[in-house]
Nanobody, 124 residues
């Protein structure tokens, strides 16, 4: 069983940066593609970013437009989401996810393990 724990969320003003972290409990973390999703109140869960098992391939949601960067540190069993130039519309609960497959995916249904989420609130 994979356990994922997100951290780094908070209340910030528009324009600043935040870095989210997702720590995985298992030693096979380095073999898993990982993803970040978010869900705002009253909205469906939305794809944010994904990264391949070796970090060579990344995908981003259309709304990211160069503001976010996903990365991973296999030595620390951790995946990161660096978020710059935050906007009020980025306010959401951000979830980390891992999948059993060998390719990164933009679809939440392809992920097998989920963290509990971390709240990001951006004020104007």
């Amino acid at each position: 069983q994979v356990r994922l724990v997100e951290s780094g969320g908070g209340l910030v003003q528009a324009g600043v940066s935040l870095r989210l972290s997702c720590a995985a409990s298992e030693r096979t973390f380095s073999a898993r593609p990982m993803g970040w999703f978010r869900q705002a109140p009253g909205k469906e869960r939305e794809f944010v970013a994904a990264i391949s098992w070796n970090g060579d391939v990344t995908y981003y949601g259309d709304f990211v437009k160069g503001r976010f960067t996903i990365s991973r540190d296999s030595d620390k069993n951790t995946v990161y989401l660096q978020m710059n130039s935050l906007k009020p519309e980025d306010t959401a609960v951000y979830y980390c996810a891992a999948r059993e497959g060998n390719r990164a995916s933009t679809f939440s249904s392809n992920y097998d393990y989920w963290g509990q989420g971390t709240q990001v609130t951006v004020s104007s």
